[in-house]
Nanobody, 118 residues
């Protein structure tokens, strides 16, 4: 089992910045790829960014150049630095971790609200 706890969400003005954090605990040795997803009411949860255990990153097109995903493996932490925030970035952001010790298991945090005021 892996537990994920997000923090760092809040209210920010258009053009502002926020840094999300995700603390992983439990059987963290099994974690491979980690990522951030977001969801707004009535819409599907969408991928924002991922980072492999080795540090390879992927970003959805709409956040390229504005968001930076990073991880601190010894501390079992995942981060998302969000700059130049836009109103359309408003969503609940979720931390995700793939665990590969016994098959492939997805774990999710409880989510943190990011609200960008226009």
């Amino acid at each position: 089992q892996v537990q994920l706890v997000e923090s760092g969400g809040g209210l920010v003005q258009d053009g502002g910045s926020l840094r999300l954090s995700c603390a992983a605990s439990g059987n963290t040795i099994c974690i491979s790829t980690m990522g951030w997803y977001r969801q707004t009411p009535g819409k599907e949860r969408e991928l924002v960014a991922t980072i492999s255990a080795g540090g390879n990153t992927y970003y959805t097109e709409s956040v390229k150049g504005r968001f930076t995903i990073s991880r601190d493996n010894p501390k079992n932490m995942l981060y998302l630095q969000m700059n130049s925030l836009k109103f359309e970035d408003t969503a609940v952001y979720y931390c995700n971790a793939d665990s590969r010790c016994v098959g492939l298991v997805d774990y999710w945090g409880q989510g943190t609200q990011v609200t960008v005021s226009s």
